[in-house]
C-alpha cells in the first residue's frame, strides 16, 4: 500500500512540475479569489470586536478583516476543488485508470498517493495565499504553531474527503459539476473547523483554536479511513 | 439506440389508454381511485395491475389517507393553540411526523446500501434508492415547515440554528447521493458508488450535525429552543401526525420501489431486445467475414 | 394568529406528497405498459 | 512481498503465487537473460531455457499456478458484455489454446476491443461463462489476478502526457512491480532508447508513441497479449517489429490474440482467425502452421 502510494504521489507531483496547472492556474484563481471577496465585502466597514478587546488589537477592525478567516478557507476549498479535478484528469485523459488497475496496484495505495499529491500541492497553494490573505485582509499572526496545524490538519481533510467523492463521480459525463455538489457540504464541518481555529491563531486567543484542531484531526481520521476502506469497492468495476 | 427508438414507439403506443383512464379530477384521491380504476380496466390480469400498484398498497393508501384526514381534523380543528406560539405550533403536527419519516428513510438507504454491498441484489440497491429520494422530499418538507414556524415565532425565515443548519447540509448530500444514482454508469458501477456512498453519507451526517452543534453551541448557546407546552389534544395530534406520515411513507416507499423495479425489469428487457438485435445482425452480416 | 404559516406548511407538505404520489402512480403505468404481464408481479 | 532477501520481487504475480524453494536457483540462474527479446534467446528453442527466461511465473505455472498450460487459455461460452445499455458482445463462444496466435476480424463496432478487454479482466461479464488463463470471468477476485497477468495494447496508449518516455516507463514498471533494469533492453528494442528517452510523450509523434506504449505492455511480460490494431499508426518497420516481437511472445510460451484490419499484415501471422461479428464469434479458419 505504502509502496503504490510513495509511487502514484511522486509520479502526480512529477506530472504538476511538468506542467505547473495547480500553480499557474489554480494559484491565481484564488488570489483572484480573494481579490474580489475584498470587492464584495467593503473594507471600509468597521465592526467592534467581538467580546472582550485583546491587547495590541484596536477595538475595531473592519468586516473584511474579521470574515477573513472563513474567506481564506473558502477560497482554499474552491481551489482544492480544481486541484482534485486536474489529480482524476491526468489519469482519465488516456485510460490509464485501465492501466492501473491491470498492474494491480493496491487501490488504498493509488488513494493514498493521490492524497499526498494533491496535499503537497494545496499546502504550497495555501502558503501563498495565505500572504495573500494577510495582506490583502489586513492579518497579523498570533499563534503560528495552532495555524500550521490546523492548516495540515485541514488540508489533509480536505483532500481525503475530496479525493474519495471526486473518484466517485468520476465517469463518463458531469463529473466536474457533481463533485462540488458531493464535496462541499462533506467539507462543511471541514470550513467550520478550519476557519474558527484560524480565527484564534489571528485574532487570539489560540486556547479557543486547539479544540477546533482537534476535531479537524478527527475528521482527518475519519476521511483518509474511509477513504481507504472504500476506495477499492468505488474503483472495482470501473 | 435502434432498440431503444423501437421500444419507445411501443410504448407510448399502449400507455396512452393506461394513463387515460388515470384520475384527473382530484389528485388527493389519487392513489385509491387509481387503484380501483385499474383493477376494472385490467380485469384479465386483476392479481397484476399495470402500475405499481396492488392490493397491499391500496388498503395502505387508505389507511394513510383515513389517518391523514384525521391530522388534518384534529391538528388543524380540535386542538387549541398553543401557550407560547399560538396556532404556529400547529405546523408541528407535520414538521415533527415528516422528519421522522425523513430520518427513517436515511435509515433504509444505509440499511440497503450495507446489504447491497454484502448481497450485491439490485433489490437493496432499490430499496436504497427509493428510502433517499423519500428521505430527500421530506426533507424538504422539514426545512420548508421549519422556515414557517419559525417566522412567526423568531421573527426569521432561517435561523442558524444547529438543527436547521446540519438538516439543510443533510439534505444537499442526499440529494447527492440521488445525483450519483443518475450517472450514466454501467447498472454495477453504479449501484456500488451508489452504496459506498449511502453508507459514507450517514457518518458524514453525524460529524455534520456534531460540529454544527457545537459550533451554535459554544457561539451563543442554545438559547433558541422555545417553551413548548403541549397538551393531551396536542400530543395526539401529533401521534396522529405520526402515523399518517409513517403510512404514507411507507406507501411512497413501495411504489417508489415497484417504480425502479419495474424501470429495471424494461432495462432489463431493452437489453435483451438489443441481444436479439445483435443476433439477428450477426446472422445477415456474416457476409462481410466471407467478404474480407 | 399565523394561521397563514400554518395553512402555507399543511399546503406545501399534503400538496408534494400528492403531487409525488401521482407523479410515481403515472410513472409506473406508463413504464408498466410496456412490459409483458409476467415482468410487473410482485411480491405482495 | 519479499519473503526472501536473495530473490529479486520482479514477477508481476509474484505476490500471488509463492515459489516453491526448489526453483529458486533456476531463477537466478536465469537473471542474466531474464528479458528476452533479443532474437538469440529467441532461438533457444529448448522448452527448458525459454521457460525460465521468459519469466518466473511461466515456470510456476506448473506447479502453482491454477493454470497448467494444458487445455484452453481463452474459454469463453455465450459470453455477453454489455457496455453502457449495448451488448458489445452477445453471446461470444471462443476457445484459444496456449501458443496460438488468433487474428480477430471483423467490422467496426463488432466487439472485438471488447473482446479483447473482457480477456484482460477489464470488464465483467453480464452472462454466459468465460474463463482466461485459469481466472474465471464472473469472480471479480480472479479477474483482479487476470489483470496482472495479461497485457493490453488498446487505442488508449496508458501514458501521461506530462511525463518522458523514460519516466512513464519505469512509472510502470515499477507500478506492475517489474525490475526497472529489465526496462531499458525493451526501450533500445523500441527505438526509444536514444534521444526519445528523456521527450515528454505528449510531444511525441502517433507511431513513437503507439511504440512506447508497446514497450510498456511488453515490460510487464504478460501471459497473454491482447493487441487492439498492433499495426494502426506504424511505420513499415515498426509493423515488422510488431511482428517480430508477437513471434518472440509465441516462442516464451505467450498467447496472442490480435485484432486488426490489416489483414495481410496479420494473417501471415496468425494461426488461426476467428470473425466477430454483431457481438458473435462466427467463424473460426485454421491456418497451416
Sequence with gaps: MLHDAWLMAKKDLRIEMGSRVVLGQVLPFGILILILFGLAISPNLAVIAPNEPIAGFADRRSVLSQVAPGLFWMTVLLSSLMALNRSFLIESQDGNFDALKMAGL??????????????????????????????????????????????????????????????????????????????????????????????????????DGWPWVLLLGVFTLLYVGIGIVSFGPIMEET | MTAAGHDRGVGKGVDQPSTADAPADSPYSGNQNGGRGSAITDSASKDHPVGTESKLTRRLGVAALVAM?????????????????????????????????????????????????????????????????????FTAFVLITGMLWGKPTWGV????????????????????????????????????????????????????HFSIQWWRGLHQGQTLGVDTQLDGMMLFSLFLGMVAFMTTGAWLLVHRFRLGWLQHQQSKMLLETAIAERNAEAKTATAYGQGA | MHWEFVFAGYGVVLGGIILYATLLITRGRKVGAKLPPERRQFLD | MSFDPPEPDQSPSAGQYPKPRSSTAAYLRS??????????????????????????????????????????????????????????????????????????????????????????????????????????????????????????????????DQLTVEENIYFWAKANRVDVSTVDPVLDRLDLGGRLRTVA???????????????????????????????????????????????????????????????????????????????????VEHHAP
Design chain 2, 69 to 137: 384526514a384525521a391530522t388534518l381534523f384534529f391538528g388543524l380543528i380540535v386542538s387549541g393553540p398553543e401557550v407560547y406560539q399560538r396556532d404556529a405550533a400547529r405546523l408541528f403536527y407535520v414538521h415533527l411526523p415528516s422528519v421522522a419519516v425523513a430520518y427513517s428513510g436515511f435509515t433504509i438507504t444505509l440499511i440497503g446500501s450495507v446489504l447491497y454491498l454484502m448481497k450485491k441484489s439490485i433489490f437493496w440497491d432499490l430499496v436504497a434508492g427509493a428510502a433517499a429520494e423519500i428521505g430527500v422530499i
Design chain 4, 201 to 283: 510523450v505528449g510531444s511525441l509523434s502517433a507511431g513513437q508513441r503507439r511504440r512506447a506504449s508497446i514497450a510498456l505492455m511488453i515490460s510487464r511480460r504478460p501471459r497473454l497479449w491482447l493487441l487492439d490494431e498492433p499495426h494502426a499508426g506504424l511505420d513499415q518497420g515498426g509493423r515488422q517489429l510488431m511482428d517480430e516481437l508477437v513471434g518472440h511472445a509465441i516462442a516464451f510460451g505467450a498467447t496472442v490474440l490480435l485484432a486488426s484490419h490489416d489483414l495481410d499484415q496479420a494473417t501471415a501471422l496468425a494461426t488461426k482467425t476467428v470473425a466477430v461479428v454483431g457481438g458473435h464469434i462466427e467463424e
Design chain 1, 106 to 207: 493496491d487501490p488504498a495505495g493509488i488513494f493514498l498517493g493521490k492524497v499526498l499529491a494533491v496535499i503537497a500541492q494545496l499546502l504550497v497553494l495555501e502558503a501563498a495565499l495565505g500572504v495573500g490573505a494577510a495582506i490583502l485582509y489586513q492579518l497579523q499572526l498570533t499563534d503560528a504553531v495552532l495555524l500550521a496545524t490546523a492548516v495540515v490538519l485541514a488540508t489533509t481533510a480536505v483532500t481525503s474527503a475530496g479525493t474519495l467523492y471526486t473518484a466517485l463521480a468520476s465517469g463518463l459525463q458531469a463529473r466536474d459539476t457533481l463533485v462540488p455538489l458531493l464535496v462541499l457540504p462533506v467539507l462543511a464541518p471541514v470550513l467550520l473547523a478550519a476557519t474558527l481555529a484560524t480565527e484564534s491563531a489571528v485574532f487570539g486567543p489560540a486556547s
Design chain 4, 31 to 160: 537473471e542474466p537473460d531474464s528479458y528476452a527479446l533479443e532474437p538469440t534467446s529467441s532461438e533457444a528453442g529448448s522448452a527448458d531455457n525459454s521457460d525460465d527466461a521468459r519469466s518466473p511465473d511461466s515456470k510456476d505455472k506448473s506447479s502453482v499456478s491454477e493454470f497448467d498450460g494444458s487445455g484452453a487459455v481463452i474459454e469463453l461460452s455465450e459470453a455477453v458484455c454489455v457496455i453502457n445499455q449495448f451488448p458489445a458482445l452477445a453471446g461470444a463462444t471462443l476457445s484459444i489454446d496456449e501458443g496460438e496466435i488468433v487474428l480477430v476480424r471483423g467490422p467496426n463496432g463488432a466487439g472485438k476491443s471488447t473482446l479483447l478487454r473482457l480477456c484482460a479482466g477489464l470488464i465483467p461479464l453480464t452472462s454466459g461463462t468465460g474463463n482466461v488463463l485459469g481466472h474465471d470471468l464472473s469472480d471479480s477476485k480472479r479477474r483482479r489476478l487476470l489483470r496482472r497477468e495479461s497485457g493490453l495494447l488498446a487505442h488508449q496508449t496508458y501514458l501521461y
Design chain 2, 157 to 208: 425565515y432561517w435561523q442558524w440554528s444547529p438543527r436547521l443548519t446540519s438538516t439543510a447540509v443533510m439534505f444537499v448530500m442526499y440529494i447527492g447521493y440521488l445525483a450519483v444514482r443518475n450517472l450514466e454508469l454501467p447498472a454495477e458501477v453504479r449501484s456500488q458508488r451508489a452504496a459506498v456512498l449511502g453508507v459514507i453519507n450517514i457518518a458524514n451526517v453525524f460529524v455534520v
